[in-house]
């Protein structure tokens, strides 16, 4: 009996009437068969990742693939005009994989030839053979666990790690501007909430008091007039990368409480939770009030403690602050919800960092839509203040 085929690690598809039906640059239209799409959601769910390799301009194919909707299902992707061998490299290079384990897709019997030529190791296939594809035993691995399903996810977050760490000190400001970043913040919805509090549990690195919030004291609190609760969203020219932060606010005259900020590490090489707290000081600066923030140091957010400190937060003493310490912390807002059970008792090992806001200018490297929270409370929160009861 045969042994078992290693199973694909990664299959990189080329584009023109593989991928999608249709040359590019020549066709006014390109599209994906339901075929195609249906291999392609399979494989992903099973763990094998997916990428390309096609003779093509990289920005015209790149919107094209994010318009089909299949372009997050695809990483490192190799567009241009190199040998396609080289792009099949390039890809088990970037994804730490042995050419045995790549198999690659192409129309073209001499592009196939041409990669068997260089990479003998590397498995290739002609669409034709889309319709069986699932049922090869190479492209059904033994077992599918809920880290299969994720593995896309968890090395596209490996990736921006890397990024991260070669750009330390700070962001390239030229690749960023690539990236076409785009920043919006918005008020959740109950579409939203649960994002957000996944968000709240998942981002331990990055969570300002280390504090989860569950989805009952979010939906309390996004109908509580006195608070604020923001979902920010991220998107780049590759796609959207979803809800990536959440922002907590008490707003009160003359200051704003700032009880949570916490963002996805998924975006941490770009500096998405300084730009928040930029954003959020400058409302405030206009908006004319103080801002306090909460933050207690867990064994695993250091980096947020850092961008507070960064934004000029610091633990001096104002007029604002007595007050909140009395009153505030035995505020109906704040009993048994929003610190919510075994997570903290009290609010024991929280700062409470202050700051006499300026104006601040948002970096040029992402643009960012957000709501105009400094027309003041009940201009400006009008959804949290009125919002209808359900009819049914
Ligand atoms: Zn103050």
Redesign the pocket.
């Known amino acids: 009996m045969a042994d078992r085929p290693t199973t694909v690690k990664c299959l990189v598809w080329d584009l023109d009437n593989t991928l999608w039906q249709g040359t590019l640059l020549e066709d006014e239209q390109v599209s994906v068969t339901a075929e195609a799409r249906e291999v392609i959601a399979a494989l992903d769910s099973r763990g094998i990742l997916q990428s390309v390799a096609s003779r093509n301009d990289h920005d015209l194919a790149w919107a094209r693939l994010e318009a089909l909707g299949v372009a997050d299902y695809l990483l490192v992707p190799q567009i241009g005009w190199g040998r396609k061998s080289d792009a099949v490299r390039r890809v088990g290079e970037l994804l730490g994989f042995a050419a045995g384990t790549l198999a690659f897709l192409d129309d073209e019997p001499a592009e196939r030839a041409e990669v068997t030529f260089h990479l003998p190791e590397v498995r290739c296939y002609s669409p034709d053979q889309l319709p069986e594809l699932l049922r090869l035993a190479e492209f059904a691995p033994p077992t599918v666990t809920s880290d299969s399903r994720r593995r896309r996810l968890m090395y596209r977050a490996g990736f921006e790690r890397e990024a991260e760490r070669d750009s330390f000190p700070g962001p390239d400001e030229e690749f960023l501007r690539s990236l076409e970043l785009r920043l919006r913040i918005s008020r959740a919805d109950d579409s939203e909430l649960a994002r957000v509090e996944e968000l709240t549990l998942r981002t331990s690195q990055l969570n300002a008091t280390g504090v989860h919030y569950s989805d009952t004291v979010l939906r309390e609190l996004c109908t509580d007039p006195a608070h604020e609760v923001l979902v920010a969203g991220l998107t780049d020219r590759f796609g959207p990368y979803g809800a990536i932060g959440v922002i907590l606010l008490a707003v009160r005259p003359g ?1 704003w409480h700032l009880k949570l900020l916490a963002t996805s590490c998924r975006v941490v090489a770009f500096g998405i939770g300084t730009v928040i707290l930029n954003w959020l000081i400058d409302q405030a600066a206009r908006a004319g009030v ?1 801002v ?1 923030a909460d933050f207690r140091r867990t064994d695993r957010n250091r980096m947020m403690e850092v961008a507070y400190r960064f934004a000029g937060f610091a633990g001096e003493d ?4 007595g007050e909140l310490s009395g009153a505030e912390l035995s505020g109906p807002e704040l009993s048994g919800t929003e610190l919510s059970g075994t997570e903290l008792s009290g609010t024991r090992g929280v700062q409470r960092l ?1 700051l ?1 806001p300026s104006r601040r200018e948002l970096p040029d490297t992402v643009r960012v839509e957000a709501p105009d929270l400094s027309a003041g409370p009940v201009a400006g929160h009008p959804a949290g203040r009125s919002r209808p009861a359900s009819p049914n």
């Open positions: 200051r103080h306090v104002c007029g604002c602050l202050h006499l």
